[in-house]
């Protein structure tokens, strides 16, 4: 499965991979399309087998603060209460759902199911003295540690530290209060929010988005309660992409390394989706920083198969992707400039061909213009083609020069000055972008 690695109707970001089993579970806020504000009062868990990580079910709903029973037990207006950032646990066969409230204190829930549903237990039980973030516990990540001890870790713009006692799980215990696991600093890896914990050996890995950039940055330490030492960030959604928050994780799945992050849609920080990296972590801890790309679980992407324009992983200029429906999702916004691009393709190495032919679908805007192909780099890479596009709906096709190969891929737009019906023609949306297709 390509980036976004879920239904390209869904939107869970905030994701917290868990494997549990011979699963492996994403835990995420749940966004919706076109929205005007982060999360939704329903929380929402989606499985893939670790046999086919291409095959993802979703489990429907988890949690609700509509629910009757979270209602009673808070007197909340619940249908107000969004749910941010949860993380799950598991503790001797029972499964532990840590969320933040916005704006409330902080609760938990418990199932006998990793996919839930849950069932609220309580807030958690903190005396004032060991409350930081003031009982909110912002994106909350949580970890069982080898010797049964759990630990806690939360905040926003302060970054905070408890002991849950792991008999209750709720309880947070007294005297456990630390601050600033990355420091109190104010460079590029001042800590933010987007709190998660991992531990990989005898090393805590301690993840977060920083203050600056739209990153996930990591620190490690030889104690749960560190200090941490900041290491670096592991990815970058902002690089060549519309940029917003970022928030995820790390998972081992196969044996294989995964950062899981979130992109943006819909020309806004909002309306996030699900993604996946592959990453190395090295002999000496460190994790080097990975670029974004179309590839989730994917090795590469096949060029003869029909690509839906919205796992771009490059949009330069006003271009974004926004979803009319749930079979809907174009790329908006093409104006004179604009870059749209794809990571990566391999073209095989099959020479038999010398007659490959690109095929764009398009929206049409009233507009001509021209599509230059690029492969490898979006300014200096080899141009291997050009496509006409017209004023109006249609599919677009011109022969192009045979590759073989592993490459990404770029589109970059110019208007044709005697096809714009506007005197504004750098700032006029050319057309929109559906889908595309090589053939041979």
Known sequence: MPNPILPLWEYIPDGEPRVFGDRVYLYGSHDNANSDKFCDHILKVWSAPLSDLNNWTCHGVSFS?????????????????LLYAPDVVEKDGEYYLYMYVFFARGIVAKSSRPEGPFKLISHYKVDKDDEGDEGIFNDPGVLVDDDGRV??????????????NPENMVEIKKGSLKLHMVGDRDDEAKFFEASSIRKIGDTYYFIYSPKRGCRLAYATSKRPEGPFEYRGYIIDNGIDYPGGNDHGSIAN??????????????????????????????????????????LGFEDSLNPYKITPAEIACVLKGDAFITEYDKFTRNICGIKNGCIIGYKYFDFGDDFSSDNITISLKVRGKGCTSWVKVLIDDYENGEVIGVVNVDTHDGVY??????????????????YTYEGCFTRDFENRELFELESFVFDK
């Open 151 to 164: 630990y806690i870790y939360y905040g926003f713009e302060r970054s905070h530290f408890n002991e849950i």
């Open 253 to 294: 799945i196969n044996g294989q390394w995964y950062v899981f992050y979130h992109r943006m849609t819909n020309g806004t920080i909002l309306s996030r989706r699900a993604c996946v990296e592959k990453i190395t972590i090295l002999p000496d801890g460190s994790i080097p920083t990975v670029e974004m790309t179309s």
């Open 397 to 414: 096709s011109e022969k192009v020069k045979a590759i073989t190969g592993r490459h990404s891929l770029f589109f970059k737009v110019e």
């Open 65 to 81: 603060t509509s629910d009757p029973d979270y209602i009673k037990a808070t007197d909340e207006n619940a249908p107000e209460k």
